[in-house]
């Protein structure tokens, strides 16, 4: 998954974490170039297979926290 993501043209940036202090944490952090990039990625086959299998991985949930860069104060 991690080498199919990263080889998507549109992704910026993509790490696959473990927090430290709390072991079987983890943490995927993503960017891509636009919000209509990172939408058509959710919606690649290979992605919805991963998003289909989730409940059954994660014990406790799965949390998503969508964020965006906003410009320097100022600019």
Known sequence: M????????KNLVYFFQED?????HFVFYEVF???????????VPYVKEWFAKLPQLAEGGV???RMEIQPA???
Do not use: M, Q
């Open 33 to 43: 170039a636009t919000k209509e990039d990172f939408e058509a990625h959710n919606n």
């Open 73 to 75: 104060a100022g600019r």
């Open 63 to 65: 949390t998503t926290t």
């Open 2 to 9: 991690i080498h199919l993501v990263r080889s998507d043209p």
């Open 20 to 24: 430290r202090e709390n072991p079987g």
